[in-house]
C-alpha cells in the first residue's frame, strides 16, 4: 500500500512551459484535491474531485487544470507557467466524497519556475 | 468563508516541558471537522490529532491533546513531554465542505 504518491519530487521550468504533477492513491478514496504551499500562507487548496468525472475549483484554480478520469489518479496541469506558481504542491485524497474525513498527503513537488 | 487563525508564527519549548500551539476558527457550519497537522523538514504532512465538532469530549493522542472550544471557535493543541522529534512545523486546519489550514505554529523543541 503506497498511500498518496507524487511525481516529479522537484522540477524546474521556464516561463510559458507546460507540465503536468502527477498524483495517484492505492487507497481506493472518492476525494482528492491539489493544494499549494507558499511561505507564511499555509496551504491553500487549487482544486478538488468527489470522484471519478467531477472536479471543482478550491481557493487559488487560476493559472491550473485538472481531470478525474480515473478513481486512482488526479493530474494537475499547469498550462503556460509563470514565476508566481513556484511552490511546492501537495496532493491529498480522503476516504469518502467529502473533505471532512482525515486527509492523507503526498510527499509533494516542488516547483520553480523561472 | 471560512477562516483559521495561527496567532504564533514561532514558538521554542524545553525538551521534556509541555507546550500549547493556538489556534481560532471562524465559520457559520454546525457539522465540521477539526485536526491538527505536524511537517517535518521533511516537508511530509503528518496527521497529528483530530476532533469533531458535535464531540464535547477533547480528543487525546498519546502526549497530544487539544482543548476544544466550540463556542469561543478556540482548537489549541497541548504537547506534553515535549521531544526533539516534535521539533517541525504544526498546521490548524478546518473541515467542512473545503478544507481550511491556518498559516503554522514553527515549533523548536531544545535540548
Known amino acids: 500500500n503506497a498511500g498518496v504518491t507524487q511525481t516529479p519530487k522537484f522540477q524546474v521550468l521556464k516561463t510559458g512551459q507546460s507540465m503536468t504533477l502527477q498524483c495517484a492513491q492505492d487507497?481506493?478514496?472518492?476525494?482528492m484535491s491539489w493544494y499549494r504551499q507558499d511561505p507564511g500562507m499555509g496551504l491553500r487548496l487549487i482544486h478538488y474531485?468527489?470522484?471519478?468525472?467531477?472536479?471543482d475549483q478550491g481557493e487559488v484554480p487560476n493559472g491550473y487544470n485538472v481531470s478525474r478520469s480515473t478513481t486512482e489518479d488526479f493530474p494537475l496541469r499547469l498550462l503556460s507557467a509563470a514565476p508566481s506558481q513556484t511552490s511546492v504542491y501537495f496532493c491529498?485524497?480522503?476516504?469518502?466524497?467529502?473533505?471532512?474525513?482525515?486527509?492523507?498527503f503526498g510527499p509533494g513537488t516542488r516547483l520553480l519556475v523561472l | 468563508a471560512q477562516t483559521v487563525t495561527q496567532s504564533q508564527p514561532e514558538m521554542s519549548v524545553q525538551e521534556a516541558e509541555t507546550v500549547t500551539l493556538s489556534c481560532t476558527y471562524d465559520?457559520?457550519?454546525?457539522?465540521?471537522?477539526l485536526f491538527w497537522y505536524k511537517q517535518p523538514p521533511s516537508r511530509q504532512m503528518i496527521l497529528v490529532i483530530r476532533?469533531?465538532?458535535?464531540?464535547?469530549q477533547n480528543a487525546t493522542e498519546n502526549r497530544f491533546s487539544v482543548n476544544f472550544q466550540k463556542a469561543a471557535k478556540s482548537f489549541s493543541l497541548k504537547i506534553s513531554d515535549s521531544q526533539l522529534g516534535d521539533t517541525a512545523m504544526y498546521f490548524c486546519?478546518?473541515?467542512?465542505?473545503?478544507?481550511?489550514f491556518g498559516t503554522g505554529t514553527s515549533l523548536t523543541v531544545i535540548p
Open positions: 491529498a485524497s480522503s476516504y469518502f466524497g467529502s473533505p471532512q474525513e482525515t486527509q492523507y
Open positions: 487507497m481506493n478514496h472518492e476525494y
Open positions: 474531485s468527489v470522484g471519478a468525472g467531477i472536479t
Open positions: 465559520t457559520s457550519e454546525n457539522n465540521y471537522y
Open positions: 476532533q469533531e465538532a458535535y464531540k464535547q
Open positions: 486546519a478546518f473541515s467542512g465542505n473545503q478544507f481550511y
